[in-house]
């Protein structure tokens, strides 16, 4: 079944280390985007592509990466200059045409 | 700037009671509107979308929405909530380049 893979589910990190979290999708969508959670905030745009190797910053940029290299992967870093990295981080993919998005299930990241 | 508001936190309702979730949203062109549904952990799964034509929508689970242009708003509306109805519900406006801007969202309780 096509759909998008978010993984892990759940990562720790220590205060000062980078971490990438892994975002696929099988769906042969054009456009993939990142967004933070944080509750009573909804969902926060940090980063998105709409063609490989190109992408642009959302809202809250600041402390993260991505890249686009594939079609199908679009993984996101959280570096250690972001302030406050622990969160809900959700993967979204969609056509150029059809707006609305699929979502994958999430990564819960916590900086212990 | 596009925004969504959504001005309910929480929201109790009974086992079959009817519901309705408020949302207003600004936006110059003519909006794209969006309603999701996220369960605790999980991603966020589309319940309804409205682009034009008839402002009466119809989706999954027995929801549906009315755009009101006069009223900025984009209510999600069920006749009667069962207890798997219990999530977080969001409302999103599409910008250009196929952008989501989403509310904060409202949590349904439902008591039994």
């Known amino acids: 079944d096509g759909g998008i893979t978010q993984s892990p589910k759940y990562l720790f990190r220590k205060e000062g280390q980078n971490v990438t979290l892994s975002c696929e999708q099988n769906l042969n969508h054009d456009a993939m985007y990142w967004y933070r959670q944080d509750p009573g905030q909804g969902l926060r745009l940090i980063y998105y592509s709409q063609i490989v190797n190109d992408f642009q910053k959302g809202d809250i940029a600041e402390g993260y990466s991505v890249s686009r290299e594939k079609k199908e992967s679009f993984p996101l870093t959280v570096t250690s200059a972001q302030k406050n990295p622990t969160a809900f981080y959700l993967c979204a993919s969609s056509t150029r045409e059809v707006y609305g998005y699929t979502f994958g299930s999430g990564t819960r990241l916590t900086v212990v | 700037a596009q925004s969504v508001t959504q001005p309910d936190i929480h929201i109790t309702v009974s086992e079959g009671a009817s519901l309705e979730l408020r949302c207003n949203y600004s936006?110059?062109?003519?909006?794209?509107l969006f309603w999701y549904v996220q369960s605790p952990g999980q991603g966020l799964q589309l319940l309804l979308k409205?682009?034009?034509?008839?402002?009466l929508v119809q989706g999954i689970k027995g929801f549906e929405a009315e755009f009101k242009r006069s009223q900025s708003s984009f209510n999600l509306r069920k006749p009667s909530v069962h207890w798997s109805d219990a999530a977080e519900y969001f409302c999103a406006v599409a910008t250009g380049g196929n952008k989501l801007v989403f509310g904060a969202g409202t949590i349904l309780r439902v008591k039994s």
């Open positions: 936006y110059g062109a003519t909006p794209y």
């Open positions: 409205y682009f034009s034509g008839d402002t």
